[in-house]
């Protein structure tokens, strides 16, 4: 017996927009540098910035990655950033270890969580000794 496949997607909304000319050629232009396929994909990538960022800005659950490199050969350096990721098991999902060179290590720690943990996780990886980087690229949950 085959069993039938439920997907749910979204359905396509079409919609107009008012603006300046001189705003759409800036825009436009933007879009052929970043070779969008279409403004419609830009316009929804915009929006999803926007959500990003409103989500980060009011306590509502972003995921995301922080990158981090350090020297692995710094004293009690490993030892240290597991301890500080075991301190933030409720939002860690996954780490990765990719080693640059013999003694630079990249680490990406995929988080879910609320902003103000990801943005303590974070200040506490980037102030602990022997990490020469740290960023963060954070997005949505995929949720409204």
Not at 43 to 48: C, G, K, P, T, W
Not at 79 to 87: G, R
Request: aromatic residues 6%; charged residues 30%; positive net charge.
């Amino acid at each position: 017996m085959q069993q039938k496949k439920t997907q749910t997607k979204d359905k396509i909304v079409r919609f107009g927009v008012s603006l300046e000319k001189s705003l759409l050629d800036i825009f436009d232009s933007k879009i052929k540098e970043k070779k969008y396929p279409t403004r419609s994909k830009a316009i929804a990538d915009l929006m999803r910035k926007e959500i990003v960022e409103y989500r980060w800005k009011t306590g509502k659950e972003v995921a995301g990655a922080i990158v981090f490199i350090y020297n692995h050969h710094k004293r009690n350096i490993v030892d240290t950033l597991i301890d500080i990721q075991h301190d933030f098991a409720d939002i860690v999902i996954s780490t990765q270890h990719v080693h640059l060179s013999h003694d630079e290590c990249l680490e990406i720690v995929v988080v879910k969580g609320k902003p103000q943990r990801v943005s303590t996780l974070a200040t506490t990886i980037r102030s602990t000794k022997g990490v020469e980087h740290c960023t963060t690229a954070i997005t949505s949950t995929g949720e409204t």
